[in-house]
């Protein structure tokens, strides 16, 4: 089957633009999260939606960055008045997160260049 | 604060041999832990999950440990191929509300034939 699909895979935008990535999760899937790696590091925890509840947005920057997600389906992940610290590759995950199974399966990431 | 420490160099060994991968934690108390492997430009792909009553995991090639007195987890590789050469990441959750990843900044495992 498909699996974690995400758009733009490159995105150059100018420093002050907003830019909107998206994430398409692995269909069934309740659970969906951001990340984002700099270049060399690890993956820090931006937002995590699971069915209905209210999000986990306990990993946001800044008041710049924002989510949404329609049910279980597509998120979108808006960044506002860009800044060069925002380039990162941006990677979202799904997950079943019923009957013990907790794995996450990561698309291949949106690499955003904030010039 | 929380704090997780992979070997922060690259690991080189001989075809063949085991690879032994370390993840230690402070300031945490993770309900499970999880291996992924992660290749230059593609997201990281899930090994395996181990639960903080469990002491060992193995799936093939791989196996987990994890002490939780230590704050530690090993992950080996047994029988090493030059395919196994990627970056390994460690990360912890606590479960509950959220099931959010903390991630280690990875070990880059370099198999040479």
């Known amino acids: 089957g498909a699996g974690v699909s995400q758009s733009p895979s490159n995105k150059v935008t100018e420093k002050g633009k907003d830019v909107e990535l998206r994430c398409d999760p692995i269909?069934?899937?309740?659970?969906l999260y951001w990340y984002r790696q700099r270049l060399g590091q690890g993956l820090e925890f931006l937002i995590y939606?699971?069915?209905?509840?209210?999000?986990?947005k306990s990993g946001l920057p800044s008041d710049r960055f924002s989510a949404e997600r329609t049910g279980e389906s597509v998120s979108t992940l808006t960044i506002q008045r860009t800044q060069q610290e925002d380039s990162a590759v941006y990677l979202c995950?799904?997950?079943?997160?019923?009957?013990?199974?907790?794995?996450?399966?990561f698309g291949p990431g949106t690499r955003l260049t904030v010039t | 604060s929380q704090k997780i420490e992979q070997n922060s160099e690259a690991l080189n060994i001989q075809e063949g041999k085991t690879a032994t991968l370390t993840c230690n934690y402070t300031?945490?108390?993770?309900?499970?832990l999880q291996w992924y492997r992660q290749d230059p430009g593609r997201g990281p792909v899930f090994l395996l999950l181990?639960?903080?009553?469990?002491k060992e995991k193995r799936k093939e090639r791989l196996k987990v440990t994890f002490d939780t007195t230590l704050k530690q987890s090993l992950f080996h590789i047994t029988a090493s191929q030059p395919a196994d050469s990627a970056t390994y990441l460690c990360?912890?959750?606590?479960?509950?509300?959220?099931?959010?990843?903390?991630f280690g900044t990875g070990t880059l495992l370099a198999v040479q034939p």
């Open positions: 995950a799904s997950s079943l997160e019923r009957g013990g199974s907790y794995e996450q399966y």
């Open positions: 269909s069934g899937h309740t659970a």
């Open positions: 181990i639960r903080e009553n469990e």
């Open positions: 990360a912890l959750t606590r479960g509950g509300a959220t099931n959010k990843l903390i």
């Open positions: 300031n945490y108390s993770p309900a499970y």
């Open positions: 939606f699971q069915g209905n509840s209210a999000p986990d």
